[in-house]
């Protein structure tokens, strides 16, 4: 879990560092992709379900942005949160029923 | 111990040490910021020196494509300025022509239709100008220089070019006459730009250096326009009549613009 953790925190930190440091150059790009938010989506739509490494994503992403933003401190954490929290809860929703189904499948086989 | 052992409260207690976190680091925002910033300088530092080669390296990509466009551009505009120019010129060029002819006073004696040569075929004796009869011109419409020198004839007339006959045309001829002299002949051409004034009375005296004009007789001219100067009078002892060579004060080199009499 430590592990995981650190991982997260110095991927997200390094995100967070490319973004401000490396994209922000290129004038030609007119916007650039908040790397950190594209993660947090990322990571929360293909974890799987169990497991909360999106919600930990999304505490330390938002904090990293807050950093290195004009933002208080907290903002793009609540942001970030709530956004993974949303996504979770859909794809609870959406998907329940699908492993209910693979479940009796199962069951049926046995 | 139990109580903190619920779910529900570990998650209450989560939230109000997240808040407290939160409170705190925006208390010390700065002082939070500074460590991150200071801890992060390096790593910047890198990133931000790798960017702007690679950067600078695109954006000398995207120059080079935009100076082609704009080399492109202002050749473009450099050709558009020649031609500009040319026309100018040639507007100038017309304008010290008309200002030429309105010292001569042209305009208030004849009806004028100012045309540029096109083209001289000088071994036929003859100019292409830029008129035609969508213009007004017609047929044996006498054609003149700016400095009233007598150019020749509309020969044929197109819809926008007219042909010009030139007096030294072995198809011309004319009525004209010695200026301040009431001596009396015929100019005619004789080809390759050669002009004689024939058919003089060998009674009357015409010497070298004497000025031909037009004469009204024939009706083909309006009276009084220059046609040269007489150079080399041939006398005979048989022949009733004289005939002198002209001297035509044409320069086909430099006539670019004529002046074609609509009226007289």
Known sequence: MLKKILILVLTLYLLVLFQTSFLISFNFLNKIPSLILIFVILLNLFEEKEK??????????????????????????IFLFLLAIFIKFILKKQFQPVIKLDRDSKNNRI | MRFFQKPIYQTLIFIIIFILIIFLFNFYQKEVKNFFY???EPIQNFFWRTSQKISYFFETISEIQKLKKENEELKLKVQELITENVSLRNFEKENEELRAALKIGLEKEFKLSITQVISKDISQDFILVNKGFEDGLSKDLPVITPQKILVGKIYEVYKNYSRVILISSKESSFDGKIVEKEILGQVRGEGNLKVSFDLIPQDKEVSEGDLVETSILGGIFPKGILVGQINKVQKG???????????????LGKLETVFVILDF
């Not at chain 1, 904090?63 to 004009?70: L, R, V």
């Not at chain 2, 002892?237 to 320069?251: C, R």
């Open chain 2, 38 to 40: 200071k801890i992060s």
């Open chain 2, 237 to 251: 002892d048989v022949q009733t009549f004289n005939k002198a060579e002209i001297y035509s004060f044409l320069d």
């Open chain 1, 52 to 77: 909360n490494s999106g919600i930990i994503s999304a505490f330390l992403g938002g904090f990293f942005w807050d950093i290195f933003s004009t933002a208080y401190i907290g903002f793009h954490i």
